[in-house]
């Protein structure tokens, strides 16, 4: 199973994008991105590697998808 998380793109340098998600940033590659990718934009982040653009109302919407995944895992462990 393969897992992307969407991320804003905080900077670009060469093929190089610093992304941020729940303020967490790190350098993620650009090589694999087809079209242009812009400061602000939302790409699906991938083992290192953004594969896709999306929309940032459905990358918000995920985000918060995974949020509540990540809070009922904390709870189930609490048990």
Request: hydrophobic letters at 50%; charged letters at 25%.
């Amino acid at each position: 199973m393969c897992l992307a998380v969407p991320s804003k793109v905080i900077s670009i340098a060469n093929n190089t994008a610093v992304i941020d998600v729940y303020g967490a940033r790190r350098a993620i590659s650009l090589l694999l991105m087809e079209g242009e990718v812009n400061v602000g934009d939302y790409v699906l982040v991938h083992a290192g590697f953004a594969i896709q653009k999306v929309q940032e109302d459905m990358a918000q919407e995920t985000l918060v998808l995974f949020k509540q995944l990540i809070k009922g895992e904390e709870e189930a462990y609490k048990e």
